[in-house]
Structure formats: C-alpha cells, structure tokens
C-alpha cells in the first residue's frame, strides 16, 4: 500500500522519516513529482529503478534544501555559483564535477565522476530536503518511459503498491522538468536538457552556452534524453494544422473548429507558461480518453519556439518517437 501524506508538519516529517530509512517517498516539486529516495543509500536508490521498472541504471538528479548542501557534493566553478545564485531555488540541473568524499551512492551517479545537483522551488518539498537532511535522488515519479506526472493522482496511477507514500502538495507549477545544465567543463557550458529554465533566461546570466545540435551528441552522458520518453498509449501526431476524426487534439491558441471529438487546449490565451503547466495532464486526458472513444492517434499543434515553448517541443518530439517494445526503458538512438 502507498500511503498518502498531507503537505504537513507531520505528513512532512512522517515522509522524512521514511526516506531517512531507506524509503520510497514522492514529492512535489515545483516541476513534476519526484520518486525520491535517500543518494546515499545504494538500496534505497535500487528501489528507484524497481519501482519505476527501468532495466538499466541512468544517473539522477540530487536534490537539496540550498545551494550551500548541494555544493557539499560537487566542486562548483564561478559560473555554477552564478546560475545557482539566479534560479536557486528553481528549475535548474547543474551537472558538476563530484566532489572528493561525497556520499552520493554510485549507482545514484551511475558510476560518472560528475553529478546532477537542484534545489527545487515548492516549499514543502524544500521543508522535506531539509528535515530529510541528505541528498535525495529523485527521477520523475512515473513508469519508465511514460508521461511525467504533475500531481499526486497521476503518481498514484503510475505507482500505487510499488513506492511507500505520495506526499500531496497539490499540482506542480512550471509542469515541465528541470532544464540541465553541464558544467563540468568551465570553458564549455552545455545545455543537455531544456526544462523550466528558458534559454533566453540562461544566456542573460551565461551568454556562451552551447546547444548540442542532436539528441545523440548527448545520449552518452544523458541517458534521460533517450529518444522515446513521456510516451501515451495513442501514438503521436506532431505540429498538426488539422485533426481528423478519428484524432484526439492537442491544442494550443486560439480555438478553431475542428473535426477532432476530443480537444485539450493547452493555452487558449496562447500562453506558454499555462501551456506548460498543462501539457503532461493534457497528455494523460487526451490518452485516457481517447482510447476510451476509440480515437487513433493525438494530433498535437505547433507550439513556438521560444521560452517555454522549446521544452514543450522537446517533450512533445519524445512521446512522438519511435517506441521501444512494451515495458523496455527508453531506447538508445
Ligand atoms: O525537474 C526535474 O529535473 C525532475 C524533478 C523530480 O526534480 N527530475 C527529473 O529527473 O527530471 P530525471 O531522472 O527524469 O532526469 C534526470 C536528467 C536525465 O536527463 C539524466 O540523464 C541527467 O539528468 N543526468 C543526471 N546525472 C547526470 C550526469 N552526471 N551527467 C549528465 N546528465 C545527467
Ligand atoms: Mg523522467
């Protein structure tokens, strides 16, 4: 059974507790919903990867009350200290050279001599980290390859019977993963993941920043860019100026008519911060009920390219590509 804790005072030391034992606890975070577990523990950390059913090891993200705890367990550079000063706490990744004597486990890091380190923007999260009083490693709360889940209902049907508890702090905000910066070159800041962190926001702070130009310049160090990830049931239908009957829509923008029985409209308004914060529930609707009305596929409509609107591309290019067989984790390209 997976017990459901209240964001408070005691559901937040009952899930501190949990995780100080080696327990499996999701939280909200201001992004998506953790699976999270003590970095430190290898068995606790083994749970993650059951539980989520991925049959390989990816490196996860540690996740810390401040910038002063995580920066315990890398060496931060000038440059890491400026991004965190900027949007800690905030949707940031930054990947930094491990530091001497951390105890972040190596399966947490799968074995790399670098590590992912956040400070999440939710305050019960934050309130968790620092009664916790460790590093938490915590991948999005869903099944291998599935779409992230952005509040405690989805964590429940995603995992119920296989995590200790969901601890309910209500929808997340931004509702589109971290962005992941790779620091671990000073000279070559690179952007391995687009995420809450728009790029227009990261070059005022760090105006070289280089983008690699495909998914597989970065596969190697960041098996979370696998190609097929955040996948529905239906297939997939990108940048669709029309939906047929037989298609659920994705929308975004003005409403037109529409032969499609089933419409999510991301943002009538076309905004691409409410856009975001409803794309993974979007997903989850159109999938539910699509496959309920019999529909074939999701048609999905352009999105812009700019500030949010390339971390939704992202994810939406993921849940559209090439699946691996049923159950398998995220393919390597
Ligand atoms: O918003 C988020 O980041 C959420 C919430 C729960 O904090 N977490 C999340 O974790 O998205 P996950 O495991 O789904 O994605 C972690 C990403 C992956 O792309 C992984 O490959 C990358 O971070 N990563 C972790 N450690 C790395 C490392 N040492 N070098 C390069 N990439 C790394
Ligand atoms: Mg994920």
Redesign the pocket.
């Given at each position: 059974m997976t017990r459901r804790l209240d964001a408070t005072q005691s559901g937040i030391a009952t899930a501190a507790s949990i995780l100080r034992a080696g327990g499996l606890v999701a939280f909200g975070?201001e992004?998506?919903?953790?699976l999270g577990a003590d970095a430190s523990q290898p068995q606790a950390v083994a749970r993650i990867f059951e539980a989520k059913n991925r049959p390989r090891f990816?490196?996860?993200?540690s996740?810390f009350a401040n910038a002063q705890a995580a920066f315990t367990q890398v060496v931060p550079n000038a440059m890491a200290h400026r991004l965190a000063q900027a949007f800690w706490p905030g949707?940031l990744?930054l990947?930094l050279p491990r530091a001497p004597g951390a105890s972040i486990s190596d399966l947490a890091?799968d074995g790399?001599a670098?590590?992912?380190v956040?400070v999440?923007a939710n305050a019960t999260a934050l309130a968790l980290l620092e009664q916790a009083d460790r590093p938490i490693a915590?991948?999005?709360a869903n099944r291998s390859g599935r779409i992230s889940p952005v509040d405690a209902a989805h964590v429940l049907e995603e995992l119920d019977g296989r995590i200790d508890a969901v601890l309910d702090s209500g929808p997340c905000t931004v509702g589109v993963?971290?962005t992941?910066v790779?620091l671990t070159d000073p000279n070559t800041p690179t952007l391995?993941?687009p995420?809450?962190i728009t790029l227009e926001e990261l070059v005022a702070i760090c105006p070289h920043i280089s983008l690699p130009q495909t998914t597989s310049d970065v596969a190697p160090?960041?098996?979370?860019?696998m190609v097929s990830h955040y996948a529905p049931h239906l297939p997939v239908r990108l940048n669709a100026l029309q939906a047929q009957p037989d298609e659920a829509l994705l929308a975004f923008g003005a409403t037109r008519p529409t032969l499609a029985p089933l419409v999510w409209n991301l943002s009538a308004a076309g905004n691409l911060e409410e856009a975001a914060a409803r794309l993974f529930t979007g997903l989850r609707t159109l999938d539910r009920e699509g496959q309920a009305l019999g529909l074939r596929r999701i048609a999905v409509q352009p999105i812009p390219q700019h500030g949010l609107g390339r971390a939704i591309q992202d994810r939406l290019n993921r849940a559209a590509a090439p699946r691996p067989q049923d159950g398998t984790e995220d393919m390597a390209p």
């Open positions: 975070t992004t998506v919903y953790g990816n490196p996860l993200i996740h949707p990744t990947i890091a790399l670098s590590l992912a956040r999440p915590a991948p999005s993963e971290s992941v790779d391995l993941r995420g809450g160090h960041s098996p979370g860019r």
